[in-house]
């Protein structure tokens, strides 16, 4: 038996299976490509679900977590560390929001959100009823308050009851988004550019309409960048593009390039008039060695010139997209903002992905009839031809 195939065995007589992973053991990675235990390389267009934005094996980034680890890992909350302080400053000011609460996860920083912006309603009438609307075909995490803000049946009907007072709504429908609203209403929340329910952005006109109206009834606006923020879409911050600021704000993901970590960002407002000493808590947030990755991201990302580049292969990627949609009978449509990319198909998928990682390129999908390119932001013009050709291989092939 050979060892891939005994790991994968093994893997499945100790792990929950909770995973429908493909039957590759990953073993490390170097720029754009990633190498399985056999030494077979893959040109990845996933980078870990839009989180490596800096590729693999980066050595300043290394070495920035390497030196953190001789010096100290963890302490908790009841001290200050000195990467989580100059990580709340540099994040402050790519944002331009004022004040942050650093969690492990993205699910967390979403239930932060949620936090804060029912604590913000209660400080105004002393009552425990206020509503929140979210956005149908919506993503947001899979603990309990993510998951009752994540606008597809299918990911909660198994874990009811959800918690109460959640109203769902249309993206990019602003008639459907006031028919919700009530003087319960304390917050309306969805992702700038929507992800796993099918790489929607949120229109211009949509965002300003929504945040007019959350400042005429003193409504908080939350925009989760979990997936589209961090560059990816060609600002810091995909609502950056539009000149439209949340109340609160939450991102993970390439936040911390692989080190597990979130935040919950919020305006100076809100964070006077909502969470205080007690109300919310984590153990490992903001720890020494994930504000040591936020520090060196934040850091690369200026060195780099990274949305510089998410902004031309972008570009191109879009460019290649297209023609690809117009080439094929199969695909409907190409939707997306920057590296944030989906292709539309009239047929499942699952074949096509599958048959691309066997060619030696990674892809995923979002939802069973969309393609969705994630890549490193690193990718250049020469990394999209190479994974057009794979692409379009498999097309020939499956089609």
């Known amino acids: 038996m050979d060892s891939m195939k005994q790991y994968i065995e093994d893997a499945e007589k100790s792990l929950l299976h909770t995973y429908n992973r493909y039957q590759v053991v990953l073993d490390k990675g170097d720029g754009m490509y990633l190498y399985d235990i056999n030494g077979k390389k893959y040109l990845d267009f996933c980078a870990g679900?839009?989180?490596?934005?800096?590729?693999?094996?980066?050595?300043?980034?290394?070495?920035?977590?390497?030196?953190?680890?001789?010096?100290?890992?963890?302490?908790?909350?009841?001290?200050?560390?000195?990467?989580?302080?100059t990580a709340?400053?540099?994040?402050?000011?790519?944002?331009?929001?004022?004040?942050?609460?650093?969690?492990?996860?993205?699910?967390?920083?979403?239930?932060?959100?949620i936090k804060t912006a029912r604590k913000y309603g209660y400080l105004k009438d002393g009552k425990t009823d206020h509503e929140i609307i979210a956005m149908e075909h919506s993503f947001h995490g899979r603990t309990m308050g993510a998951l009752s803000v994540t606008g597809n049946p299918k990911y909660r009907e198994a874990f009811g009851p959800m918690i109460g007072n959640i109203r769902f709504a249309k993206m990019n429908d602003f008639e459907s988004v006031l028919s919700k609203v009530t003087d319960k209403t304390c917050a309306i929340l969805f992702e700038t550019v929507q992800g796993e329910g099918g790489i929607f952005p949120a229109e211009e006109g949509f965002l300003k309409q929504v945040k007019s109206l959350c400042q005429e009834k003193d409504i908080l606006l939350i925009l989760d960048e979990i997936q589209c923020g961090m560059g990816r879409c060609g600002s810091m911050f995909a609502w950056q593009r539009y000149g439209v600021k949340p109340d609160i704000m939450t991102s993970a993901k390439a936040l911390g390039c692989g080190v597990p970590v979130g935040a919950f960002l919020l305006t100076e407002k809100v964070g006077q008039n909502s969470l205080t000493s007690g109300d919310h808590g984590t153990t490992y947030g903001g720890n020494p060695l994930a504000a040591a990755a936020i520090n060196i991201v934040l850091d690369l990302f200026e060195e780099n010139h990274i949305i510089d580049n998410v902004k031309e292969a972008g570009a191109y990627l879009e460019g290649a997209l297209d023609m690809l949609t117009e080439e094929y009978d199969c695909i409907d449509t190409r939707r997306g903002m920057g590296l944030m990319q989906g292709l539309v198909f009239n047929m499942p998928v699952g074949d096509i992905i599958a048959s691309a990682l066997d060619k030696g390129l990674i892809l995923i999908n979002a939802g069973p009839d969309i393609i969705r390119f994630v890549p490193p932001l690193i990718v250049t013009k020469a990394h999209i031809d190479e994974m057009l050709s794979i692409l379009k291989t498999c097309l020939d092939e499956t089609v």
């Open 49 to 85: 679900i839009a989180v490596f934005a800096l590729g693999y094996n980066n050595k300043k980034y290394n070495d920035a977590l390497k030196n953190q680890i001789d010096k100290l890992i963890h302490t908790s909350n009841y001290y200050y560390n000195v990467p989580a302080i």
């Open 88 to 113: 709340a400053q540099k994040l402050k000011k790519a944002s331009g929001m004022d004040r942050v609460f650093f969690t492990n996860s993205g699910a967390e920083a979403v239930e932060g959100a």
